[in-house]
């Protein structure tokens, strides 16, 4: 059984073959390299769109900018992708794995972002109401400078990021 397929592997490798002829011949002319084609436009934005529906990516609020930020390496990658290479595992060239790999490491980058800044603002937000409390000690009672609002949600969200920073410092450290 064949999977409705939206993207003709065979055609998008044809118009990135052609694509590298047009940018080698810009190159010999002195030339800057063309634009990208529609049909190769189409097709990396049907791979980021379809790629950001998946289980995985759908429920995060900034979808867009996942999408936005995997269009803009795909793009960059047309120029990159080798129509010679041939896959490891399967022994064809295969255009639209390569795409959607960029598209999903660019996805998986924008979530580290936003979660570094989702920290970033926790952390903010923490030492700001803290400062706030402190500084109005008389008018508070020593319980509502210990019930800050959101705490454990706040700490919650700190811990997490902290361990994976660590866990990342670690693998670092195991690679040199």
């Known amino acids: 059984m064949v999977k409705n397929q939206y993207i003709n592997n065979q055609t998008f490798l044809t118009a990135l073959i052609e694509r590298r002829a047009l940018v080698k011949?810009?190159?010999d002319a002195g030339l800057p390299p063309p634009k990208i084609s529609n049909y190769l436009g189409e097709c990396i934005m049907l791979i980021c769109e379809k790629l950001s529906t998946s289980g995985k990516f759908r429920s995060y609020s900034y979808l867009d900018e996942m999408v936005a930020d995997a269009l803009e390496?795909?793009?960059g990658g047309?120029?990159?992708?080798?129509?010679?290479?041939v896959a490891p595992r399967s022994g064809k060239i295969n255009p639209f794995a390569f795409f959607t790999q960029i598209a999903w490491n660019a996805f998986i980058y924008r979530?580290?972002?936003e979660k570094k800044q989702n920290a970033i603002k926790h952390n903010n937000a923490v030492q700001n109401y803290t400062e706030f409390l402190t500084s109005n000690a008389v008018m508070f009672s020593g319980s509502d400078i210990q019930n800050l609002a959101g705490k454990e949600?706040?700490?919650?969200?700190?811990?997490e990021y902290e361990e994976k920073q660590k866990i990342k410092r670690e693998k670092a450290k195991k690679k040199k």
Do not use: G, H
């Not at 047309?78 to 290479?85: A, L």
């Not at 949600?153 to 811990?159: C, I, P, W």
């Open 153 to 159: 949600a706040t700490e919650y969200v700190l811990k």
């Open 73 to 75: 390496k795909c793009c």
């Open 111 to 113: 979530i580290e972002i």
């Open 78 to 85: 047309i120029d990159v992708f080798d129509p010679t290479r």
């Open 25 to 27: 011949m810009a190159e």
